[in-house]
T-cell receptor, first 115, second 117 residues
Framework: ETGVTQTPRHLVMGMTNKKSLKCEQH?????MYWYKQSAKKPLELMFV???????ENNSVPSRFSPECPNSSHLFLHLHTLQPEDSALYLC??????????????FGQGTRLTVV | AQTVTQSQPEMSVQEAETVTLSCTYD???????LFWYKQPPSRQMILVIR??????QNATENRFSVNFQKAAKSFSLKISDSQLGDAAMYFC??????????????FGQGTTLQVKP
């Protein structure tokens, strides 16, 4: 069982659909992150949660709605997406960054295609 | 705002040879962390090496080592005895070490490394 698991691995959705991405970490970490990796662009942070509280929202459009019910699970709810939202969405986790947690551990990502 | 720049979109190296990937960054902070991550075709980002800015000694992990030049804001990765399994996209990343930081990583654009047999 890998440290950070993301499901599904691939997702194709229409612009009117509603879907959710799931991330689960088995590392005992307190912080979880969503990153977006688009072609020919650097990875961009979307959201950060620490101890289930959102600590950063990087000006992400409201069609992306995160949810962190506990420190082990993170969701990204998607609705009325645009084709330009097609990308690889990566989840990561780390120890509390405020108290020394340094390395982030990543999942394998969800490849999202919006048609 | 902090930025990370990788000026080499692609690099290639012969198997068993040494290659150096470049990274520069810009920050006004004095305390931070720098990382190199590897992303193979499986897409999972794997941590290769980490450097704390307050440490003068360059980090080393087996065949991977860095040349950290704080004044020049340069952080290059040297891969020795390159292996076919080293072929991947490599990302340089920055993270603040301030007590209020959220753990946000700022990534460079990435360098695709090809290893030739």
């Amino acid at each position: 069982e890998t440290g950070v698991t993301q499901t599904p691995r691939h997702l194709v959705m229409g612009m009117t659909n509603k879907k959710s991405l799931k991330c689960e970490q088995h590392l005992g970490h307190n912080a979880m992150y969503w990153y977006k990796q688009s072609a020919k662009k650097p990875l961009e942070l979307m959201f950060v949660y620490n101890f289930k509280e959102q600590t950063e929202n990087n000006s992400v459009p409201s069609r992306f709605s995160p949810e962190c019910p506990n420190s082990s699970h993170l969701f990204l709810h998607l609705h009325t997406l645009q084709p330009e939202d097609s990308a690889l969405y990566l989840c990561a986790s780390s120890q509390d960054p405020r108290t020394g947690g340094t390395e982030a551990f990543f999942g394998q990502g969800t490849r999202l295609t919006v048609v | 705002a902090q930025t990370v720049t990788q000026s080499q979109p692609e690099m290639s190296v012969q198997e068993a040879e040494t290659v150096t990937l470049s990274c520069t960054y810009d920050t006004s902070e004095s305390d931070y962390y720098l990382f190199w991550y590897k992303q193979p075709p499986s897409r999972q980002m794997i941590l290769v090496i980490r450097q704390e800015a307050y440490k003068q000694q360059n980090a080393t992990e087996n065949r991977f080592s860095v040349n950290f030049q704080k004044a020049a804001k340069s952080f290059s990765l040297k891969i020795s005895d390159s292996q076919l399994g080293d072929a991947a996209m490599y990302f340089c990343a920055y993270r603040s070490a301030r007590g209020s930081n959220t753990g946000k990583l700022i990534f460079g654009q990435g360098t695709t490394l090809q290893v030739k047999p």
